[in-house]
């Protein structure tokens, strides 16, 4: 049986700050749509904003451009959230794991936000195709908290 | 986000509300340097009202603390809760800070130490 793709909304704007809670408003929306109770969405939520916090701080480092987010379910069984951008090659997958084991003097301040989003979602994906990012979320619907 | 901070027995209590995420994260980061800078050095943050905290809120916590570190003082905090605590959890920030069940049992902590 094909597997049943429905693309439920898109939104494209401008890679700024100020646009953060616009992203972050249509992601949740789309989650609450689906069903997810208020835990797992704040955590759609969380991964959402650190994979644009990423875009704006490393693949539109020196440029502008847009985001463009798409959220479609699958098989009426996976949640998916595409972030997609036109800056400079960048995956956040490669980014190694902070050290939470490490007391305060060492801790570093950076590199948690990846490691949530990785930790949070129940599979993430990045792939480079046509000078674009695009980083695939993945929440299965079954999840219960 | 809203913050209120309030003196009890010597100790900064700093009750956050809402969300700390990229936009607000300054603003809380800058509320506590103002107040370090002014002689504080014992912080209890009260996240029971706290609804969201990205990494950015994370980072600024980091930078505060360690801040706070070489200044002597120490970041403690309460009412953690849903989401902010779980966030807390896989940062490993139940290993880095002292975190109390109230205000009570943190005060009566600090007091004792």
């Not at chain 1, 646009?19 to 208020?38: P, T, Y």
């Not at chain 1, 959220?71 to 972030?83: A, G």
């Not at chain 2, 956050?16 to 995420?21: A, C, E, L, S, T």
């Amino acid at each position: 049986m094909p597997e049943t793709i429905s693309v439920s909304s898109q939104i494209k704007l401008p890679a700024n700050i100020q646009n953060l809670q616009q992203f972050i408003n249509f992601v949740s929306n789309n989650a609450r749509q689906q069903g997810f109770d208020q835990k797992r969405i704040k955590e759609i939520e969380l991964a959402t904003e650190e994979a644009i916090a990423n875009i704006l701080n490393y693949a539109y480092r020196d440029t502008i451009g847009d985001i463009e987010i798409t959220c479609k379910t699958e098989d009426n069984e996976k949640f998916i959230i595409e972030i997609v951008d036109s800056g400079i090659p960048f995956n956040p997958l490669s980014v190694d794991d902070p050290d939470i084991r490490a007391d305060l003097s060492e801790r570093k301040v950076g590199g948690l936000g990846v490691f949530l989003m990785r930790k949070l979602m129940d599979d993430v994906h990045y792939r480079r195709d046509e000078n674009k990012n695009i980083l695939t979320l993945i929440v299965l619907k079954m999840y219960t908290s | 986000m809203e913050i209120n901070a309030r003196k009890e027995r010597g100790v900064q209590i700093v009750s956050v509300k809402g969300r700390i995420d990229a936009i607000t994260a300054p603003e809380f980061e800058n509320n506590l340097s103002e107040l370090i800078s002014k002689g504080e050095r014992t912080f209890l943050i009260d996240l029971s009202g706290l609804e969201y905290i990205s990494s950015a809120g994370l980072r600024s916590i980091l930078t505060t603390a360690k801040k706070l570190k070489e200044e002597k003082g120490e970041l403690l905090f309460t009412g953690l809760q849903g989401p902010v605590e779980e966030v807390f959890k896989i940062s490993g920030f139940h290993s880095i800070f002292r975190i109390f069940e109230s205000e009570i049992s943190a005060l009566n902590s600090i007091g004792n130490a």
